[in-house]
């Protein structure tokens, strides 16, 4: 597979078919990609939130009326939608869980492998919480290379992405019980297939030339 066409092919999508589906199959490998998505420390500092029914769309498109309402067509009309929701502050209960699976999965070879990598993860957590005082950002990127999963894992399977920070965050939180869970939307993203009216589909590429975006030393 030549993933470089692939990229050159994908674009934002404008306009849903609203008729198309896509197939359960692919649902699933993308939910898998969101799943596998690597992030630093391991920490996994995200929820995701996927509507397939007109309902559940309709619940999210809430956040794009109160606003954004040229969003809210790409939140109903596209096949499903997924919101890519974040922590706000680091979860004992949730890191202890991290720790726990990675038991599970065989990641550690004795106790002491457990120990560093709990005391790795800790660190850096640390680092953010008490130093930098910044962890809702660091946890922010986190999610951020999960989306940038999707949008590529969705375009090598041919199917069409948009990408939306156009909503507002407080009435999808509420709407979704988010905060309660200790997490904050950060991004919306809607998938399906693009309908015969969406001109973005029929536009060329455009991206700076590599000589501007690439320094080789």
């Known amino acids: 597979m030549d993933i470089v066409a692939k990229a050159r092919q994908r674009y934002t999508v404008k306009s849903y078919d609203r008729e198309r589906k896509i197939p359960a199959e692919i649902v699933g490998q993308l939910r898998e990609l ?33 606003g954004f309402q040229y969003n809210a067509a790409k939140i109903r009309d596209a096949s499903h939608v997924i919101v890519l929701a974040t922590k706000v502050a680091p ?19 004795n106790d002491a492998a457990r120990t560093s990598q709990n005391a790795g993860r800790m660190s850096y957590t640390n680092l953010h919480r008490f130093t930098q005082k910044d962890v809702p950002y660091w946890y922010e990127k986190q999610t951020y290379i999960a989306l940038g999963n999707l949008l590529q894992g969705a375009a090598l399977l041919d199917v069409g992405a948009t990408p939306m920070e ?50 080789d030393i």
């Open 34 to 66: 969101l799943r596998l998505a690597p992030s630093s420390v391991n920490s996994q500092p995200w929820h995701f939130v996927v509507a397939s029914t007109p309902e559940g769309k309709e619940r999210i498109a809430k956040a794009a009326d109160a």
């Open 166 to 215: 156009g909503f507002n965050a407080e009435v999808l939180d509420k709407e979704l019980g988010l905060r309660d869970k200790g997490f904050a939307a950060t991004v919306i993203v809607s998938l399906g297939y693009s309908s015969a009216e969406d001109f973005n589909a029929k536009l060329p590429k455009s991206r700076l030339p590599a000589e501007q975006v690439f320094t």
């Open 91 to 109: 979860d004992e209960a949730q890191l202890a869980a991290v720790l726990e699976q990675e038991a599970k999965d065989g990641r550690f070879v």
